[in-house]
Every structure is written in C-alpha cells, then in structure tokens.
C-alpha cells in the first residue's frame, strides 16, 4: 500500500498534466490569491495607503483579529518548517515575522512615525513574501505542466 498520492496523467487539449487534478486546481486558485493580494499590496503601495498596527481596544472583532493575526503567524511559522524548498521557507517565515510584528505592537502605545515605518517595512515584507510565493507556484506548474508534440499532417502527403 503506497502512501503519496497517485500521480495521474492529464491531458487536456494537447497539455499534458503531471499531477492529480485537485492539486493542480489548489495550486491554480492560490496562484491567483497569491497574485490579487500582491495587485493590492501595490495599489496600497502607489495610492499611498499604509496600514500599520492599531491599537488594541477591548472588543470582540479588534480581539478577535488580533488572535486571528497570531494564529497565522504560528501556522506560517509551521509552514515554513514544513515545505523542502528554501525560497517558500523564507516567504512563510517573513509572512510570519509580519503578522507577529503587528500582533505585537498592538498591544503597545507606539507613535505614528515608527507605526509608518512598520507599515512600509510590513507592505516591502508583504510584496516581497508574496512574489516568492507566485514564483514557486510558476516553477510549480512549470515542472508539472508539458506541452504535447503536435502531430504534423503534411508527412503524408
């Protein structure tokens, strides 16, 4: 009995697929997630529309991004341990580092200067986590993804 995953040959009008199909659709709508939330990070980035901590305040939703923002940097701590491929590992860990930066100085009284500055260094952290990401989504479908020869008609003519 095998444990991975059975890897299924697709084609799909003269392409040919190396994966199972799931995995191939997981990777395609977080290609595309990956790559809208780095259109935004550039649209904050050329508006001029930076983020940065805001102070806690007791109430449910401000707590409840605040344990939403911690919960994801550990999982992105997880991933980052997770993933055999060096460039991923420092996306997660930056994304991480992102997220437990802002949960972490919520909770402190900061001035608006250093709250610009990690909002700048957190959208240059953000874009930069996110190109990582795409380009190793890119080589993901660029391994897995083959185009068929196309049959040539005029041999027997």
């Not at 420092?90 to 580092?97: E, F, H, M, Q």
Request: net charge positive; glycine share 6%; aromatic share 12%.
């Amino acid at each position: 009995m095998s444990v991975e995953p059975e890897t299924r040959h697709v084609q799909v009008v003269g392409i040919t697929i190396e994966s199972d199909l799931a995995m191939t659709l997981w990777m395609a709508v977080l290609f595309v997630i990956c790559g809208l939330l780095l259109a935004q990070e550039i649209h904050h980035v050329v508006q001029g529309h930076f983020h940065g901590p805001e102070r806690l305040q007791i109430g449910f939703w401000t707590i409840w991004n605040r344990v939403f923002e911690v919960i994801a940097a550990i999982y992105f701590f997880m991933f980052a341990f997770r993933f055999p491929k060096k460039s991923v590992k420092i996306a997660s860990v930056l994304l991480g580092t992102d997220l437990a930066v802002y949960a972490l100085l919520s909770c402190f009284p900061i001035s608006l200067t250093v709250g610009h500055i990690v909002a700048i260094s957190g959208s240059v952290v953000r874009q930069i986590a996110l190109i990582i990401y795409c380009m190793a989504i890119a080589q993901w479908f660029k391994s897995v993804v083959r185009r068929n020869p196309q049959p040539n008609f005029g041999d027997g003519i």
